[in-house]
């Protein structure tokens, strides 16, 4: 395990941040596999009825993965302050509220799938596909919860090591999988979520193990599940709040893919391949956040401010340095790539899916300065501007909806989150820097 709260804080962020990369590299690889092997095995209506889900299942999953990053921000906190019978309390409370709400969010998402597809405004012939390969995808959301809840308890206590070992493992075997199900087996797109499916159950039951036989500090007992209304009521306000500024950032892709799906089939094809491209591009920016926050979290715990914005000032040098490496990319290989994924003899879906990456990957940079900024707030406790943000982005893609695209078509679609992030980032960037001096005042 690691102490975040002594060392050189940019070493500290990179060796941390690099296991949590790979990690979320592998983890992509889950629906890149899919998408690339039903697009060139099953072709382009395929591609755009899995592309039409990934939005709902980013939003529903997103929820999970958010809900359990914000419960162990009080497990980094007080691991940070060595207080380990309450961090122990922390772990138990996770494990019983993530899987709660994850079994609740399972069923009603089942229930109201195909509602929610038409009021998306999905393509009539494409939802038939949508449906089969979502329901899986939903009918297996636990196993999505438990790697990501145990992965986010190691990261708390400064191992990003071994979910990214056992997450390779499951990457491997998920692309097996994709090829046996979906090239041999006569399983269509439901193949593709059953490989999916199945790959995640290892990586959860290999970090389980891990947990059991190696983190001590991790095993809970009878007495640490008696965590009281107290620590309930804490664990909900910062998990809950967390999973509410990851949700209401996809609520905002929902809408803002409802008006994709108004634009026809090529389009929504090369939307779901341009957009795996920028997921991909993103990660490294998400991964320096997500360290950030457990970094700043650590050392907010103890009580250590001025290491905090050591940390910000870290996670901006990385995240800049990475924003010109992603710009340079999209410049001179954005269509080979796209071609890898899509199918390369549609010119039209080429094009968009190129317009969508040239405009939206140069503003990296104010990305960058929002998205480590909202999870340091997050690790310190400071939840409203962040929820706050987050629900200015999901106005701003209503807004999208309702002028720029019916009067720019895909082009509006393109330039809506570079303008969010931007007003966003300033926004975020303001409150910090008023924080940081109250900080600071009380240490003096």
């Known amino acids: 395990m690691k102490k975040l709260t002594e060392g050189n804080p940019l070493t500290l962020l990179i060796t941390f941040a690099i296991p949590i990369l790979l990690g979320n590299i592998f983890q992509q690889l889950y629906s890149m596999v899919d998408i690339i092997i039903v697009s060139k095995t099953l072709g382009t209506t395929a591609l755009a009825g899995v592309g039409a889900t990934q939005s709902i299942s980013g939003l529903i999953i997103g929820f999970t993965f958010g809900i359990n990053s914000g419960f162990t921000i009080l497990t980094a906190q007080y691991y940070g302050a060595g207080k380990i019978k309450e961090m122990k309390r922390t772990v138990a409370a996770t494990l019983v509220l993530s899987l709660a709400i994850t079994i609740f969010l399972s069923v009603a998402s089942l229930y109201f799938i195909e509602d929610i597809f038409v009021f998306m405004n999905t393509p009539r012939h494409l939802i038939p596909i949508a449906v089969s390969y979502i329901s899986v995808i939903f009918y297996g959301m636990i196993f999505s919860t438990l790697y990501n809840m145990f992965a986010a308890i190691l990261r708390a206590i400064g191992n990003s090591v071994a979910p990214l070992l056992f997450l390779v493992i499951s990457a491997v075997l998920n692309i097996g999988l994709d090829y046996l199900f979906v090239c041999v087996l006569p399983f269509g797109v439901e193949g593709a979520a059953y490989a999916t499916v199945l790959s995640q159950a290892i990586s959860a039951l290999l970090c389980f193990l891990y947990i059991i036989k190696k983190c001590p500090e991790l095993h809970i007992s009878r007495e640490d599940f008696d965590f009281g209304w107290?620590?309930?009521?804490?664990?909900?306000?910062?998990?809950?709040?967390?999973?509410?500024?990851?949700?209401?950032?996809?609520?905002?892709?929902?809408?803002?893919?409802?008006?994709?799906?108004g634009l026809g089939e090529t389009t929504i094809a090369a939307h779901t391949t341009a957009r795996k491209l920028l997921e991909m591009l993103m990660m490294p920016l998400t991964t320096v956040s997500a360290s950030v926050s457990t970094f700043s979290g650590q050392n907010y715990g103890a009580g250590l401010y001025d290491r905090v914005h050591k940390g910000v000032k870290s996670g901006f040098l990385l995240g800049f340095a990475w924003s010109t490496l992603a710009t340079l990319i999209v410049i001179f290989f954005a269509e080979p790539l796209i071609v890898l994924i899509g199918e390369e003899t549609d010119e039209g879906l080429i094009r968009l899916a190129s317009r969508y990456l040239h405009i939206s990957v140069p503003f990296f940079y104010g990305l960058t300065v929002l998205v480590v900024l909202r999870n340091v707030l997050q690790g310190m406790g400071r939840r409203i501007l962040p929820l706050f943000v987050s629900g200015t982005e999901l106005f701003g893609k209503v807004l999208a909806i309702r002028f720029l695209v019916p009067r720019y078509a895909y082009t509006g679609v393109c330039i809506t989150e570079p303008i969010i992030w931007v007003a966003d980032a300033a926004l975020v960037l303001l409150y910090y820097l008023i924080l940081r001096r109250k900080l600071r005042q009380q240490v003096l």
């Open 230 to 261: 107290s620590l309930t009521g804490k664990m909900l306000s910062t998990g809950l709040s967390m999973a509410m500024m990851y949700s209401i950032v996809s609520i905002g892709s929902v809408i803002l893919q409802s008006g994709i799906n």
